[in-house]
C-alpha cells in the first residue's frame, strides 16, 4: 500500500487502525478513532487490562470525564477489540504506539517496553504499514532505536517498506479525552509526505487546532523542550521563593508584581515537582545531549532544585517546631495533600510521597488527608485533633475554605508549613499560629 492509498483509505474511513499499549495515552486515542469510524485492534501485554476492556470497561483509574461511556459504546459496537496477541496487527493500515518511556534513578531512558512492542510490531506488520510513536522519547529515538529495529526485524526498508512518524502524545489526567481533541499536535514523518499522512490521520480525532506537519527529530524535540521548559521555569519560582526566605520577602507578592511587566511569566513556587511526565522529560532531553557530550547545566540543576524542594518543606518544618522547643521525631504530624497536582488523584511521583517518606524515618507520626486520594479520605478535622504540625502540600480547592481560628483550636499545637500559598501568614501569626511559608518572609535560621 502506498501513502497514497492510505490517504484515501484514511479518507474512507476503511484503514485498520493498530494501538499497541492501552494506557492513558492508548486506551483514549484507540477510542477516538474508533468512534470516528475506524475499526480499531488494541493490542497491551496485560491480559486483565484486555479482559476489561473487551468487557466494556474502563481500566484507566481516577476520573476522566466521558472515557467509561466511550470505551462502552465502541466495544460494544464492535469497532474497537482488545488482545494480547500480537499477530492481529498484521493487517493494520497504521500502527500507533504508546507505551511506557520511564526514566531509571539514572535519569537514563527506560525504552524497554519500546523496543519489545518495536520488536513485535516489526515481526507482525505488512508492507506499506504506517507506524507512529506517541509515547514521549529521547529526540533521536525514533531514527536511532525504532528504525533500525523494524528493518532488521521486518526486512522491509523505511520509506519503500513502511512508513514512520513520531507524534508525541500531550495527555493530561483527568482530561484525557478533551486533550485528545483539543491539544496542538505536532507530526514528525520520516517524509514529507508521511507528515501529510499523519495529518490526515490525526485532523479526524483533533478539533480545529494547529497540526504541525515536521520530521521526526524536530517532534521528539519539541516534546521534550516543552515539559522541560516547564520544569526549568518551576525551578526558577522555587529558586526566588528560597531568596525571598533567606531576604525576609514575600515570593507571593514579588511573583504577583514581576507577572504584571510585559513578557513575564513567573510560574508558582512549591514543595517540588510531581507527576508522570515534567519530572521525567528533561531527562530524556538531556539523554540526548549525553550522547553528544554536550555539556548541559541549567537543565540539571533545574531538577536538582525541584527535586530538593520536599526537604526544604521538612526544613522549614523542622525550624518551626524547634522555635516552640519541639522536634520532628515524636511529633505527631498531618499532611495535607498528597496528589501531584491541585484538585487531582494522581499521586504518580508525588512531592508529598518524599516528604512522608522523611518523616517518618526522622521519627514523625505522620497522618494524611487527601479529599482525591481514596486511601486518605478520613475527616480532615478528626486528623487535626491533637496534631503537632500541619504541613500544606496540595492547594486543593477545598483546603482554601480552611477557617485558621478552627484549624488552631483543633490542633495540639499551632504549627502550620504552607507549601502552597493556601492560608494568609499574616492572618495565622496574629492567631498566634507558628506559620512558615515557602517563599514566605521568615529569615530562615
Ligand atoms: N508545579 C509547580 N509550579 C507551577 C506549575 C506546576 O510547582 O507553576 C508543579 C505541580 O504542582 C506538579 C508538577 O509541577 O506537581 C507538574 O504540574 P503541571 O501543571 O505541569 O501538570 P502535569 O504534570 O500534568 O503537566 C501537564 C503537561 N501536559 C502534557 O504533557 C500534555 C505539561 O506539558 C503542561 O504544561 C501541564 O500539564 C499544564 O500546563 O497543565
Same mark, same amino acid.
Given at each position: 500500500?502506498?501513502?497514497?492509498?492510505?490517504?484515501?483509505?484514511?479518507?474512507?474511513?476503511?484503514?485498520?487502525?493498530?494501538?499497541?499499549?492501552?494506557?492513558?495515552?492508548?486506551?483514549p486515542v484507540a477510542c477516538k478513532f474508533a468512534e470516528?469510524?475506524?475499526?480499531?485492534?488494541?493490542?497491551?501485554?496485560?491480559?486483565?487490562?484486555?479482559?476489561?476492556?473487551?468487557?466494556?470497561?474502563?481500566?484507566?483509574?481516577?476520573? &476522566?470525564?466521558?472515557?467509561?461511556?466511550?470505551?462502552?459504546?465502541?466495544?460494544?459496537?464492535?469497532?474497537?477489540?482488545?488482545?494480547?496477541?500480537?499477530?492481529?496487527?498484521?493487517?493494520?493500515?497504521?500502527?500507533?504506539?504508546?507505551?511506557?518511556?520511564?526514566?531509571?534513578?539514572?535519569?537514563?531512558?527506560?525504552?524497554?517496553?519500546?523496543?519489545?512492542?518495536?520488536?513485535?510490531?516489526?515481526?507482525?506488520?505488512?508492507?506499506?504499514?504506517?507506524?507512529?510513536?506517541?509515547?514521549?522519547?529521547?529526540?533521536?529515538?525514533?531514527?536511532?532505536?525504532?528504525?533500525?529495529?523494524?528493518?532488521?526485524?521486518?526486512?522491509?526498508?523505511?520509506?519503500?517498506?513502511?512508513?514512520?512518524?513520531?507524534?508525541?502524545?500531550?495527555?493530561?489526567?483527568?482530561?484525557?479525552?478533551?486533550?485528545?481533541?483539543?491539544?496542538?499536535?505536532?507530526? %514528525?514523518?520520516?517524509?514529507?509526505?508521511?507528515?501529510?499522512?499523519?495529518?490526515?490521520?490525526?485532523?479526524?480525532?483533533?478539533e480545529d487546532v494547529d497540526l504541525d506537519p515536521t520530521?521526526?527529530?524536530?517532534?521528539?524535540?519539541?516534546?521534550?523542550?516543552?515539559?522541560?521548559?516547564?520544569?526549568?521555569?518551576?525551578?526558577?519560582?522555587?529558586?526566588?521563593?528560597?531568596?525571598?526566605?533567606?531576604?525576609?520577602?514575600?515570593?507571593?507578592?514579588?511573583?504577583?508584581?514581576?507577572?504584571?511587566?510585559?513578557?513575564?511569566?513567573?510560574?508558582?513556587?512549591?514543595?517540588?515537582?510531581?507527576? @508522570?511526565?515534567?519530572? !521525567?522529560?528533561?531527562?530524556?532531553?538531556?539523554?540526548?545531549?549525553?550522547?553528544? =557530550?554536550?555539556?548541559?547545566?541549567?537543565?540539571?540543576?533545574?531538577?536538582?532544585?525541584?527535586?530538593?524542594?520536599?526537604? @526544604?518543606?521538612?526544613?522549614?518544618? !523542622?525550624?518551626?517546631?524547634?522555635?516552640?522547643?519541639?522536634?520532628?521525631?515524636?511529633?505527631?504530624?498531618?499532611?495535607? %495533600?498528597?496528589?501531584?497536582?491541585?484538585?487531582?488523584?494522581?499521586?504518580?511521583?508525588?512531592?508529598?510521597?518524599?516528604?512522608?517518606?522523611?518523616?517518618? &524515618?526522622?521519627?514523625?507520626?505522620?497522618?494524611?488527608?487527601?479529599?482525591?486520594?481514596?486511601?486518605?479520605?478520613?475527616?480532615?478535622?478528626?486528623?487535626?485533633?491533637?496534631?503537632?504540625?500541619?504541613?500544606?502540600?496540595?492547594? @486543593?480547592?477545598?483546603?482554601?475554605?480552611?477557617?485558621?481560628?478552627?484549624?488552631?483550636?483543633?490542633?495540639?499545637?499551632?504549627?502550620?508549613?504552607?507549601?502552597?500559598?493556601?492560608?494568609?501568614?499574616? =492572618?495565622? &501569626?496574629?492567631?498566634?499560629?507558628?506559620?512558615?511559608?515557602?517563599?514566605?518572609?521568615?529569615?530562615?535560621?
Amino acid at each position: 500500500m502506498t501513502l497514497a492509498d492510505l490517504r484515501k483509505n484514511i479518507e474512507d474511513r476503511s484503514a485498520f487502525l493498530g494501538v499497541v499499549g492501552l494506557g492513558y495515552v492508548g486506551l483514549p486515542v484507540a477510542c477516538k478513532f474508533a468512534e470516528a469510524g475506524f475499526r480499531v485492534i488494541g493490542v497491551d501485554i496485560k491480559p486483565e487490562r484486555v479482559s476489561m476492556i473487551n468487557a466494556g470497561q474502563n481500566p484507566i483509574e481516577g476520573r &476522566e470525564p466521558g472515557l467509561a461511556e466511550l470505551l462502552w459504546k465502541v466495544v460494544k459496537s464492535g469497532q474497537f477489540k482488545a488482545t494480547s496477541e500480537y499477530e492481529t496487527i498484521c493487517d493494520a493500515d497504521v500502527i500507533m504506539v504508546s507505551v511506557e518511556t520511564p526514566v531509571g534513578e539514572d535519569h537514563k531512558p527506560g525504552f524497554e517496553a519500546l523496543r519489545a512492542a518495536t520488536a513485535s510490531i516489526g515481526s507482525n506488520m505488512k508492507p506499506g504499514a504506517l507506524v507512529i510513536i506517541e509515547s514521549t522519547i529521547a529526540p533521536g529515538t525514533t531514527d536511532g532505536l525504532v528504525k533500525p529495529l523494524l528493518e532488521e526485524i521486518s526486512g522491509l526498508q523505511l520509506n519503500t517498506g513502511f512508513f514512520l512518524g513520531h507524534c508525541p502524545e500531550r495527555v493530561m489526567p483527568g482530561k484525557l479525552l478533551k486533550n485528545i481533541e483539543t491539544m496542538p499536535r505536532v507530526c %514528525g514523518g520520516s517524509t514529507p509526505e508521511t507528515a501529510e499522512t499523519m495529518l490526515d490521520l490525526y485532523r479526524i480525532i483533533v478539533e480545529d487546532v494547529d497540526l504541525d506537519p515536521t520530521d521526526c527529530l524536530t517532534a521528539e524535540l519539541v516534546k521534550t523542550t516543552e515539559n522541560t521548559y516547564r520544569d526549568v521555569n518551576i525551578a526558577f519560582a522555587n529558586e526566588v521563593a528560597l531568596i525571598c526566605e533567606a531576604v525576609g520577602g514575600d515570593v507571593w507578592k514579588v511573583r504577583d508584581l514581576v507577572n504584571k511587566v510585559p513578557a513575564r511569566l513567573m510560574l508558582e513556587p512549591g514543595v517540588g515537582v510531581g507527576g @508522570h511526565c515534567i519530572p !521525567k522529560d528533561p531527562w530524556l532531553l538531556a539523554n540526548a545531549a549525553d550522547e553528544a =557530550q554536550t555539556p548541559l547545566r541549567i537543565i540539571p540543576t533545574a531538577r536538582a532544585i525541584n527535586e530538593f524542594m520536599p526537604s @526544604h518543606v521538612s526544613a522549614l518544618l !523542622k525550624d518551626a517546631l524547634a522555635s516552640i522547643d519541639k522536634e520532628i521525631s515524636g511529633a505527631r504530624i498531618l499532611v495535607m %495533600g498528597y496528589a501531584y497536582l491541585a484538585d487531582s488523584d494522581d499521586t504518580r511521583n508525588s512531592p508529598s510521597e518524599v516528604l512522608v517518606a522523611y518523616l517518618q &524515618e526522622t521519627g514523625a507520626e505522620v497522618l494524611i488527608h487527601d479529599p482525591y486520594v481514596p486511601e486518605y479520605q478520613s475527616d480532615l478535622w478528626e486528623l487535626a485533633t491533637e496534631i503537632d504540625a500541619v504541613v500544606v502540600m496540595v492547594r @486543593h480547592s477545598q483546603y482554601l475554605d480552611i477557617e485558621l481560628e478552627k484549624l488552631k483550636a483543633t490542633m495540639k499545637t499551632p504549627v502550620l508549613v504552607d507549601g502552597r500559598n493556601v492560608f494568609d501568614d499574616q =492572618q495565622a &501569626e496574629a492567631l498566634g499560629i507558628v506559620f512558615r511559608g515557602i517563599g514566605q518572609g521568615k529569615v530562615f535560621t
